[in-house]
């Protein structure tokens, strides 16, 4: 797949207001392990003027359940969300994989359910953080930071599902100081798959070591991806072998450099 | 290695994954498969397009199947081919049996074909002293090293030249070692042309039969599958029912994705499209023509809304080239008939989720084959499905052995999942008890596999949900 390395900033007909509030949706993982990155992209929309909301009873995407065949279970949790953001706002989604699953799988999760209605009508509302900065809000990017060279990893939803990636490149493109080297595997998956890791541990680690080994290829000193599950997939695999290379979530990566961190 | 009764997936996933030359070999073949479907096609938009339209034109075919399969006999029949119907791979056995039995044939020269291995064929007929001659230069190159295919398009695509140039000089007499690929292709011609010239009988696959017409239409590359549909007497094509379409319009469409996908060629060096045997007059071509369709488990795909779209397939084999898990295991791991991305789907259906249920398990749902597929497959969909009906909490399964996994320990794990995920009480205190002690938890189960090449996740001492409201990001 070839991604334009230009986002011409085209609000849609349907985009939301950047005076409308916008919902916030933390993701399980963002909650317990990446509240810096968490923080970092809501302090990037509120810094667009936005205001932001985080309604504090919301949990899980669902996914987890969803993909290794309990869909009631999943059900339940994906209904609770529903009903948590339960305003007309846009939610904002920190993870190309949370997103997919709420934009794209919650209609056939409900389909045939008295929720199904309310399920689309969720849906249309959901966006992938990086897309909502860069084509909604056209959010113009000082960099602060010293020079550095960084490299990129897509995840696997956020590129197929969502179809994002442009927008989180274009974000990082802003940053004059730093260069973006590409994978040369871009686009293959780096084996996290959630409960797909832990069902069958030797090729997902087959899949990580190889994704490991292009990172290093690559020189790069920082790995920034949009999706907190790829993320401590590679970054607990590159500290476990002994590989020095940080790695920060989108968000983060942005608040830091915009903010001279 | 392919062997389906003593199957155990993760002993072949570790062999496989420890195999360095294996692993060299399936990189450098998939590079070259994909970059080429990818040089065939640069208009990606196009691709959309024509992907949307072979899509149309199977479900279109999938909505009348019995109709199609109806009107193919006819007109098979009237174009003198006989037409054989096989409920299961021992029926459809049976029917290449008698037929080699009824012509005295103690050999058959066979073309590539998937559903002559899911058949078992050249076992069944080995078993009934007939020898069963692969014709197809990586079929032959297997044949001799007695494997099974490992892809279903290049089914010795995990040998490299090396190890072909072994095989040659170990298993073909009197042949000098050589790695010069010409004259390997020409070892393998030479023992062929006699076989092909003294076969009664041929046997080939098929992959589009036109219901309008009665013609069986196959593509190929070397030219070994236009020997066997001609130069012996009979010529017995086998074929799944899905492989039926509605018109001879449905072909120029579905050939462009086949060939592009497959192999990245505009077209195959050879289409054949066969509408009957020798007629009176016609110098050449055999005097028999044998159509057997084959249904087994097809007919009980098709009822399911859902499943039915496993017989879009057109066997092209990208979903294998572009999948990250086929590219590290290779075929055999699979240990069945279909690998990949497509076998994971097909396997479990045909076979039922007990014997081959844990094909399930081995994708990460990354999408890359569902983004490939020419038909638009929605393999991932259908792969978390058949994860559904292994545990079947619903009793609604469809699959043979649905709930073949269905266990108290891994329920009550996803309830008190959902439970937690439904309390905020319970969540936060979950998610501050793992602040507290998750460096500490100890590494068994999930967490031990996870830690086997992996740090420990490092949880939060303070959660997002408190930051946001230590911050001042309100509910409103
Ligand atoms: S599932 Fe799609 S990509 Fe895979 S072999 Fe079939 S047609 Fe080709």
Same mark, same amino acid.
């Given at each position: ?122 849906? *249309?509302?959901?966006? *992938? ?122 968000? *983060? ?9 | ?152 398009? +290049? ?25 010069? +690929? ?175 249920? +844990? ?118």
């Amino acid at each position: 797949m070839t991604l334009s390395p230009k986002v011409t900033p085209m609000k849609r007909r349907n985009d939301p207001d950047r005076s409308e509030p916008v919902y916030f949706f933390g993701t399980c993982l963002m909650d317990a392990v990446y509240p810096d990155a968490g923080m970092a992209a809501i302090r990037l929309l509120r810094s667009q003027g936005v205001k932001v909301i985080f309604p504090p009873d919301q949990s899980c995407c669902g996914q987890p359940a969803y993909n290794s065949g309990f869909s009631r279970e999943a059900r339940a949790v994906a209904r609770k969300q529903i009903r948590v953001f339960s305003k007309p706002y846009p939610v904002i989604v920190p993870s190309g994989s949370c997103a997919g699953m709420m934009k794209h799988h919650y209609p056939a999760l409900f389909a045939g359910t008295p929720d199904e209605a309310d399920a689309r009508r969720f849906s *249309e509302r959901v966006y *992938e953080w990086s897309e909502f900065m860069a084509r909604v809000l056209a959010v113009k990017l000082v960099d602060q930071g010293e020079p550095l060279t960084i490299t990129w990893h897509s995840s696997c939803h956020a590129l197929r599902e969502m179809d994002v990636i442009r927008y989180s490149k274009a974000l990082l493109r802003q940053l004059k100081n730093v260069t973006l080297v590409e994978l040369e595997r871009e686009t293959e998956c780096c084996g996290f798959g959630g409960t797909f890791a832990v069902k069958q541990p030797a090729i997902s680690a087959a899949m990580v070591k190889d994704k490991i080994d292009d990172i290093r290829r690559s020189g790069a000193t920082t790995l920034v991806a949009g999706d907190c599950g790829c993320l401590m997939n590679i970054t607990g695999a590159m500290e476990h072998a002994g590989v020095a290379i940080a790695g920060k979530h989108l968000a *983060e990566f942005l608040w830091e450099r915009t903010n001279g961190k | 290695m392919g062997n389906e009764s003593t199957f155990d997936f993760e002993h072949n996933i570790a062999d496989a994954l420890d195999d360095g030359q294996l692993r060299k070999n399936l990189r450098k073949a998939m590079d070259i498969l994909v970059d080429k479907r990818r040089a065939v096609f640069p208009d990606i938009a196009y691709l959309d397009q024509l992907r949307s339209a072979g899509n149309a034109i199977k479900r279109r075919a999938l909505k009348q199947l019995p109709r199609l399969l109806e009107q193919l006999e006819t007109n098979c029949i009237k174009n003198g081919i006989q037409v054989h119907w096989a409920e299961d791979t021992t029926e459809a056995n049976n029917i290449v049996l008698e037929i080699l039995r009824r012509h005295d044939s103690r050999d058959i020269v066979k073309g590539k074909s998937m559903v002559s291995e899911e058949m078992h064929l050249n076992h069944f007929l080995e078993e009934n002293d007939i020898e069963a001659i692969e014709t197809d230069l990586g079929e032959f190159i297997i044949q001799l090293n007695h494997e099974t295919p490992s892809h279903i398009i +290049v089914p010795a695509i995990h040998k490299n030249k090396d190890e072909v140039a072994a095989i040659f000089h170990d298993k073909i007499p009197d042949t000098p070692y050589t790695e010069d +690929v010409e004259e390997l292709t020409a070892i393998a011609r030479r023992v062929l042309r006699k076989r092909f010239a003294a076969a009664k009988v041929g046997l080939s696959g098929v992959n589009f039969a036109i219901a309008e017409t009665g013609t069986l239409l196959l593509v190929e590359n070397e030219g070994n599958g236009r020997m066997c549909t001609t130069a012996p007497d009979v010529h017995v094509a086998v074929m799944g029912l899905e492989k039926v379409i509605e018109k001879l319009s449905d072909v120029p469409p579905l050939l462009r994705l086949l060939t592009g996908s497959a192999t990245g060629q505009i077209i195959t060096t050879y289409v054949n499209m066969i509408t009957s045997p020798r007629r009176a007059g016609e110098k050449d071509g055999p005097k028999e023509v044998h159509l057997v369709i084959l249904d087994n488990g097809r007919s009980r795909m098709l009822a399911d809304p859902e499943f039915r779209q496993t017989l879009l397939c057109i066997r092209c084999g990208t979903c294998l080239n572009h999948c990250p898990v086929y590219v590290r295991i290779g075929g055999h791991a699979y240990g069945h008939v279909y690998p990949g991305p497509i076998g994971k789907i097909l396997t479990p259906q045909m076979e039922g989720l007990e014997r081959a249920g +844990v094909l399930a398990t081995a994708s990460s749902l990354c999408g890359a084959c569902g983004e490939v597929c020419p038909v638009k497959i929605p393999i991932p969909d259908l792969i978390r499905r058949l994860r559904h009906e292994s545990y079947d909490q619903d009793g609604s399964a469809v699959v043979a052995g649905g709930g073949y996994k269905k266990n108290l320990a891994e329920t009550l794990v996803w309830k008190g999942w959902e439970l937690v995920n439904r309390s905020p009480v319970f969540n936060e205190m979950g998610t501050r008890l793992a602040g507290k002690i998750g460096k500490r938890l100890p590494k068994v189960g999930p967490l031990k596999k996870w830690t086997r090449v992996r740090t420990s996740p490092k949880v939060a001492r303070t959660s997002l949900h408190e930051r946001a409201r230590n911050e001042g990001v309100k509910d409103e």
